[in-house]
């Protein structure tokens, strides 16, 4: 307990000496509903449904589990009210678009209505679950670790990121809700069967869930090409959540400040920066290894 308590008290300190301000990134905030441009998530999002009876009739089952729902700019129809409603309600995320788009996901000649559902190809885990899941963990011989993913749009990406979880034998994923690729059917595929035993839950707010996770005494571990701290200096058999960012962009502003401490991985060539997958696969095989270094030495 008294080791534990000293933790507690070097985070506080780390926390004013980390690189918060360094290098900060634009921040979007997220939005119930939004406009935004066509990125790997929105042209490649798995199974769909549409028509506005089709999307109704599934968000009153609840049966299946939704990515997003987008809607046509213009449209109108005297149901989308109600379905609007419905999937707030259900945490489903509502965009708009040009009909154009929505031809894209459904088909030409298909009649959607100016309604298109994306449907998951895995369910997720609820996140209050996932972050008790991960809580029941601190203190045990296996400590708790977990990747959270601030932005990865490239399903090729996320899937590769949840077979090295898998690999690894981490505890879970989260996910934004918006602006994000989810678990699609390209994500399933390039997992190559990593999904059906890693838990992913999707977070609204990743500062809330950065606080979340310090108030079960996980350390929160962000990677950044200008932080100071070389990533196999930092301690992986404790109790830790790994942040990565997303393509091109890093982890928002807001979540670098937030964040315990930063750490980097050492590039000699020009290109400054790993893709997001690989860095993953790098960092947590050295948390990997690190701890069975301590359980051999046990």
């Known amino acids: 307990m008294k080791r534990h308590d000293e933790r507690r008290r070097f985070r506080h300190q780390s926390a004013s000496r980390n690189e918060r301000g360094s290098g900060p990134r634009h921040l979007t905030p997220p939005v119930e509903e939004s406009r935004p441009k066509s990125t790997h998530s929105d042209v490649d999002s798995g199974a769909h449904l549409y028509g506005v009876a089709p999307v109704l009739e599934a968000l009153r089952a609840g049966a299946r589990q939704m990515e ?32 154009i788009e929505l031809a894209r996901f459904a088909g030409a000649d298909a009649n959607h209505q100016g309604v298109v559902a994306s449907v998951a190809a895995a369910r997720y885990m609820d996140a209050i679950e996932l972050l008790e899941a991960l809580g029941s963990r601190v203190g045990t011989d296996d400590p708790p670790l977990a ?36 678990l699609t059917e390209t994500v399933a ?19 809330r869930l950065i606080e979340q996770l310090k108030e079960r005494n996980i350390w929160t571990v962000g990677t950044s ?40 991985i050492p590039t000699r060539g020009r290109i400054e920066s790993l893709n997001v997958s690989v860095a993953a696969g790098i960092v947590l095989y050295e948390a990997i290894r690190q701890r069975t270094c301590r359980n051999d030495e046990r």
């Open 68 to 99: 997003r729902i987008t809607i046509a700019e213009g449209a109108r129809h005297n149901r989308l009210r109600e379905l609007i409603e419905l999937a707030r309600k259900a945490n489903v995320p509502v965009h708009y678009a040009p009909r």
């Open 147 to 182: 990747v959270v993913l601030d932005g990865v749009e490239d399903p090729r990406n996320l899937g590769a990121i949840l077979r090295t979880v898998e690999c690894v034998g981490a505890h879970g994923v989260f996910v934004p809700e918006r602006r994000a690729v989810g």
């Open 189 to 207: 595929k390039a997992a190559a069967g990593a999904l059906e035993h890693v838990n992913v839950a999707r977070a609204g707010n990743l500062a």
């Open 225 to 264: 090409a200008d932080a100071r701290t070389l990533y196999t200096d930092w301690d992986w058999t404790q109790a830790s959540a790994l942040f990565l960012g997303g393509e091109g962009t890093g982890l928002h502003r807001l979540v670098r400040e937030r964040c315990d401490t930063l750490v980097h």
